[in-house]
């Protein structure tokens, strides 16, 4: 019975990327959106109505992380996306998210900032949400202990 009680705790979840511990000074309610921007199975049909099912192979995500204004780790990624802007090679790094109440862990490979955050002034330090692409991303079940 115990198994099935788990209690869900922000605090002890794992944000990680380019060997950067992001886990420190996460935004206050949504942290983490991970979305697939393709479809699983694609369907084809034609003029009869005939339709043909294909199993799509990309699996190309984008990545919303949510961090507190005034947490130390956007001075971190901030350098982090002035060093990806300026250099010629492709610059990626993979991004997990290790969550011990949560039987799914999420492993994004080949990451890379899309865009610099929006930033806003206001009476409350607020939030700042970092965009990511990544290549693939993998939920992996956790096995039982």
Known sequence: MSDMMKTYMLANCNFVWNSIDMSSGVGSDSV????????????????????????????????????????TVNKLLMAAYVAQENIQEDYWSNFTVIDPSDPIQMTAINCWFTKLPDISKGNEAGEITWMFGCHQLELIPTPSV
Do not use: P, Y
Request: proline share 0%.
């Open 32 to 71: 983490l959106t991970a979305t697939r921007t393709h479809e699983l199975i694609t369907t084809a049909g034609n003029a009869r109505g005939d339709n043909a099912n294909s199993k799509n192979i990309n699996k190309h995500a984008t990545i919303e992380f949510t961090l507190m204004k005034n947490s």
